[in-house]
């Protein structure tokens, strides 16, 4: 239910679903990047993070 919960952050905001699953690490900062360079690359690449897992 928890990995539910960190995916809909993720879709809202990408970097607090990566940081809620992994900290502040190298997923992190490369997402908060995607993020800048599109907001769909974020959402993907947290999406995978958390369901990586």
């Given at each position: 239910?928890?990995?539910?919960?960190r995916?809909?952050?993720?879709?809202?905001?990408?970097?607090?679903?990566?940081?809620?699953?992994?900290?502040?690490?190298?997923?992190?900062?490369?997402?908060?990047?995607?993020?800048?360079l599109?907001?769909?690359?974020?959402?993907?690449?947290?999406?995978?993070?958390?369901?990586?897992?």
């Open positions: 239910m928890s990995d539910f919960i995916i809909i952050i993720a879709i809202l905001l990408p970097p607090l679903g990566v940081f809620l699953q992994v900290g502040i690490g190298k997923h992190f900062w490369i997402n908060i990047l995607l993020t800048l599109g907001y769909i690359p974020g959402i993907v690449h947290a999406v995978w993070v958390i369901a990586k897992k």
